[in-house]
């Protein structure tokens, strides 16, 4: 096996040689700020199944169960800040090297790392507004959770009444169609593809590494656990993020 020393310079040299740089991240970037991710041994999911999007729709306990959960999270990604991987993918950007960051996560993070706004795909959408289920419509998540916390049962959208919840995709919601077709052209067009945290298990985000491959985009891997793509990469480190991407980034 080789040494992180060495899987650090084989992924530098990779990256020396790319100009558009296109990074993908998931819930594993954000852990060392304190979020936790939901695939790992001892994760949130293993003990209570998320809220799926068709019974948040249709069953009044399921929006109950998704509004309780929903607090305990968000409370930790109000506190959270930016970690140092966030911080070397803003500085990466600073580089001109990042033309993009397609993130499964809704919890902001690169925002505040300093990306710019019109470079960050939120594929899953974000825990930062609410949204109509029905007509899509963004309203205030601070009122909504405001309401919710009041006692109120299923505040509807003013505009065609649907139920309101954050602006995050569910499992078996539809993910927006706009970022998505960005975020495939981007795995086409980018000369690296670079995965930060995700176990590349959820579609259709798990599918864009593999239209990178198929373009003959190379691909690097940085996730602690082993994701189904690890043979056809061509750097792969397991090991933490925070770690791994400030000296990578700093090389170049
Ligand atoms: P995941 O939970 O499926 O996988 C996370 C991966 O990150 C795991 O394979 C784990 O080994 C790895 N990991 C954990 N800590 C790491 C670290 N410090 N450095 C490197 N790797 C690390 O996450 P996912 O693939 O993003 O899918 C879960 C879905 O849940 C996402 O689609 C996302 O929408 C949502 N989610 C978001 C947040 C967030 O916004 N922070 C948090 C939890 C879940």
Known sequence: ????????????????????????????????????????????????????????????????????????????????????????????????????????????????????????????????????????????????QQRIDAGEIDPGCPDCGGFLKSATILFGQRVPEAELTRARELAAECDLFLVVGSSLKVTPAATLPRIALKNNVPLIIINLQPTPLDDYADVVIHEKAGVVLPPLVASL
């Open 1 to 144: 096996m080789l040494s992180l020393e060495q899987q650090l310079q084989d992924a530098a040299e990779l990256m020396q040689r790319a100009k558009r740089i296109v990074a993908l991240t998931g819930a594993g970037i954000s852990t060392e700020s304190g979020i936790p991710d939901f695939r790992s041994p001892g994760s949130i999911w293993l003990q209570q199944p998320p809220v799926s999007f068709h019974d948040f729709i249709s069953k009044p306990e399921a929006r109950q169960r998704y509004w309780q959960s929903r607090r305990n999270l968000s409370a930790q990604v109000t506190a959270a800040q930016p970690n140092a991987a966030h911080l070397a993918l803003a500085e990466l950007e600073r580089k001109q090297l990042l033309q993009a960051i397609i993130t499964q996560n809704f919890d902001g993070l690169h925002h505040d790392a300093g990306n710019n706004a019109e470079r960050i795909i939120e594929l899953h959408g974000t825990s930062r507004a609410a949204a109509c289920t029905l007509c899509g419509k963004r309203s205030s998540i601070k009122e909504l």
